[in-house]
């Protein structure tokens, strides 16, 4: 049965900074009334805390060990399946509209149509945004500034020290979130009547910069905020070590922190009120009951946890623990809240499933709504000149990094902020076993069955594929000659 299908996707989200999960002074009502609709999950992990492979592990439903897309300038190859592209097939209308992150930037993954608005790399130089922009004599500077070194050499003083939290240097109409959701409630408005309709907007914002334009810039008193959980007063060397970070950590103060924290909330409340345009769009076309709507993110943001910001350090809660909220077709009668772990791999044959569409045989996450008592475990894995690993239980969390010498365990259930290591107990040896085998099961054993071909990849010999095709067909017809079977016509033209 086809659906519409519409999937709000941000951009360093912390789970924790939404209404709906718990936090009183971020102002979210639209993504809160969305979860009261659908389902909200509580234990949802991102399987790889970095933009684009996240991105690439949502629309193929596995890893990026698997997808190969491991850093911020990579893609996939082209026989691995998207839900995407199992709805295009099926013949759903597809679009992407905002920040989608890929390489190239308009790297066929499944949409039909591409509107971007992108912010790191080469895609700001290709985008429609930013085209927009530069038609209109603007540029979002304060984003360029903290995204490219050789503007951020030229920064302007306060920047460094405001840890790139300001208000934006561009009116709210021409903001990326506003940009972003208007083109969104274009497509939705153009959406195929009687045929399924695929929308994947996502959103730039409330990555840093930290940059809410207009009246959001001032929606906080950065006095009035509580501190999220997990803040230290100084970095730890362990965590220093371990990387010093996009920012100076040693100038990060408590009140830094608190206008830094103004400012994300006011990104945040400026992606909410585009969640309320884009759900009241759907409702005005009568759209929305039978839609499937999904709210989340890539991966999370520190923001003070341990003394840090952003994301690349440890593999702690706050960057990888990331929202997940579920609106399902009215008809599947699903709301409340789910508690079990999942991570990001686990949508895609949700998705597909919804919509009553075989899943690509490359998917090798589960389905998030039928997955009974939920995952034992969820894994996370990075690149970064070494592999690093995260298995977390309900309970518990292993971090492994590179050689597997720097192991740290942390009891969650009576150390919820990560404090203290307790890897070098022996006591937990058998524990820390059969985690690292729970590693293995995941990222060896529990993988579909799948090899990528591609008969048109380039050949050496002067050899082109069209010769190699030839060929192929002159010799399957020689052989079933010779075996005295009537030939085929079968080519491998594929």
Not at 132 to 157: E, K, M, S
Request: aromatic content about 10%.
């Amino acid at each position: 049965m086809p659906r519409n299908v519409i999937i709000i996707h941000a951009d360093q989200h912390r789970a924790d900074c939404i209404g709906c999960y718990g936090n009183r002074d971020v102002k979210t009502p639209h993504i809160d009334a969305l979860a009261a609709d659908g389902e909200r999950h509580d234990n949802h992990f991102t399987v790889y805390p970095l933009c684009t492979p996240s991105r690439y592990s949502l629309l193929t439903g596995t890893y990026a060990s698997r997808h190969l897309g491991t850093n911020n300038r990579c893609a996939v190859p082209p026989g691995i399946g998207t839900f995407a592209s199992v709805l295009r097939a099926d013949g759903y209308n597809t679009a992407a509209v905002g920040k989608m992150h890929f390489t190239p930037t308009c790297l066929d993954v499944g949409f039909d149509s591409l509107t971007l608005a992108e912010q790191d790399g080469p895609g700001r130089f290709e985008d429609d945004y930013h085209r927009y922009l530069l038609n209109l004599g603007l540029v979002d500077r304060t984003d360029i500034i903290d995204q490219f070194y050789t503007y951020r050499a030229n920064a302007p003083d306060g920047y460094l020290e405001s840890f790139g939290a300001a208000a934006s240097d561009l009116p709210t109409e021409h903001h990326s979130t506003t940009w972003i959701t208007e083109r969104s409630l274009e497509k939705i408005t153009a959406f195929a009547p009687g045929r399924g309709n695929l929308l994947m907007t996502g959103y730039i914002k409330p990555h840093h910069p930290f940059d809410p334009p207009g009246s959001y810039a001032d929606m906080y008193d950065p006095g009035a905020l509580s501190i999220l959980p997990g803040w230290a007063e100084q970095l730890s060397e362990t965590d220093r070590r371990k990387s010093n970070g996009y920012f100076n950590y040693d100038m990060l103060t408590e009140a830094a922190l608190r206008r830094v924290m103004a400012m994300y909330y006011g990104t945040v409340s400026h992606i909410d009120d585009g969640v309320g345009q884009i759900v009241a769009r759907l409702k005005e076309a009568g759209l929305y009951d039978d839609a499937l709507v999904i709210y989340t993110s890539d991966h999370g943001e520190y923001m003070g946890w341990h003394h840090l910001l952003l994301k690349g350090n440890y593999m702690y809660e706050p960057e990888v623990r990331i929202p997940l909220i579920v609106k399902y077709p009215k008809s599947w009668n699903r709301r409340g809240t789910v508690d079990t772990l999942s991570s990001n791999i686990d949508i895609a044959k949700m998705i597909c499933r919804v919509c009553e569409a075989e899943p690509s045989k490359s998917m090798d996450g589960r389905d998030i709504s039928d997955m009974g008592g939920g995952r034992e475990y969820v894994v996370c894995e990075r690149m970064t000149g070494q592999w690093d690993y995260m298995v977390r239980t309900k309970t518990h969390k292993l971090l492994i990094s590179g050689d597997a010498a720097d192991l740290r365990l942390f009891d969650l259930a009576n150390d919820p902020h990560e404090l203290q290591n307790i890897a070098p107990d022996p006591a937990n040896d058998a524990l820390i076993g059969e985690m690292k085998e729970m590693l293995m099961n995941e990222l060896v054993f529990r993988r579909g069955l799948y090899a990528h071909s591609n008969a048109k990849a380039p050949v050496t010999n002067g050899r082109t594929p069209e010769d190699t095709c030839a060929e192929r067909k002159k010799r399957s017809h020689m052989t079933a000659e010779l075996c005295d079977v009537k030939p085929t016509e079968i080519i491998w033209d594929y």
